[in-house]
């Protein structure tokens, strides 16, 4: 494959995260989508797919994420107050 999967986001991520992209990436340029989606899954961590999925497509996380907290009515203004964070450090759409 001559195209390369590009970090969109890269804040917070750590030397692990930064593994795992490296190894979901790889696999894309080895066997395109479906590899790349099929190695996200072997990740051993729920977190840890979630983070590097993120990395690459943090609109569309973000969008599933409010989607499935909005099924169970959440939002991030209840997180915010559940774990005490101030507005001023709230991230914003």
Known sequence: ??????????SGLTDADWAAV???????EAGGIDAFW????QLDD???????????FPALIRELLED????HGLTF???REFY?????????N
């Open 1 to 10: 494959m001559e195209h390369k999967l590009h970090v969109v986001d890269s």
């Open 22 to 28: 490296n190894r979901v990436n790889r696999a894309y």
């Open 38 to 41: 099929d190695e996200l899954e």
């Open 46 to 56: 729920d977190v840890l797919q979630i983070t590097v999925a993120g990395a690459f």
């Open 68 to 71: 499935q907290m909005a099924e």
């Open 77 to 79: 203004e209840d997180l």
């Open 84 to 92: 005490g964070r101030p507005k001023a450090l709230a991230v914003t």
